[in-house]
């Protein structure tokens, strides 16, 4: 009876192995990734020089800016906030939307329209700390998915650095929106394998990972019981 239940478990493991093995696998090499690596250099953070955003000087003329129009801000509602700042050596309302933010000419209340090329080089250089080169400066229809997807505008900078590290800008105001490197996009493969987010579903993936959970769990104890005998030479 026993040599019975032996054989069974020897089967069962087996096919919980074949089952389960080979995302064991993946949680075991993605866990160590993101082990391996301090998460400021997988993100990137020390490509960027120590800067503070652009603030009004002492003596900016503000007695010739102009309130922004209400059929602007109704326009684009909801708005979140409207900061006065300068913009490349200009008075600017920076609007924050819930989605992006424009840029109004503090002067003439129009909206700013896309900046220059050889504007966000500048502003690339100046920003930046690596010691790559500049190998394309682009303005993209629409962000990469790689930053999200979204449906408008950016400027993309890619360098040559051994990371090729690529910093975007928002399209009218110059910030930095984002930053990527190989580390992190290596990063975010990983990190889907490991959580089996594989078709970006919250359903689909919970019910997936719960049940590779089980079968690992379930691998493990028939291996341990399989053990048990083995150490006791049951064969």
Wanted: no cysteine; net charge positive.
């Amino acid at each position: 009876m026993l040599m019975k239940k032996i054989v069974w478990t020897r089967k069962a493991h087996k096919w919980l192995a074949l089952i389960a093995g080979v995302q064991v696998l993946i949680w075991a090499v993605s866990g160590l990734y993101m082990t391996l690596f301090d998460i400021n250099v997988i993100r990137g953070e020390h490509l960027l020089k120590e800067h503070a955003e652009s603030q009004i000087a002492s003596g900016a003329d503000v007695s010739s800016i102009v309130p922004i129009s209400p059929a602007l801000l109704a326009e684009h509602a909801p708005v979140q906030s409207i900061t006065l700042k300068y913009y490349f050596g200009q008075l600017v309302y920076e609007v924050r939307k819930k989605r992006g933010r424009i840029i109004v000419d503090a002067y003439t209340g129009d909206i700013k329209t896309s900046l220059e090329k050889e504007v966000i080089q500048r502003q690339a250089e100046t920003i930046y700390a690596g010691e790559g080169a500049i190998e394309s400066i682009q303005r993209l229809q629409r962000y990469p998915g790689e930053i999200g997807g979204r449906q408008q505008p950016v400027w993309q900078v890619e360098y040559d650095d051994w990371l090729n590290s690529t910093l975007y800008f928002h399209d009218t105001s110059g910030q930095l929106v984002s930053k990527r490197t190989d580390l992190w996009r290596v990063f975010d493969l990983f990190w889907i394998l490991h959580i089996m987010d594989f078709l970006r579903s919250d359903g689909f993936t919970g019910y997936l990972f719960r049940f590779f959970s089980i079968a690992s769990l379930l691998m493990a104890l028939l291996g341990t019981w399989l053990l048990y005998f083995r150490l006791k030479g049951v064969n």
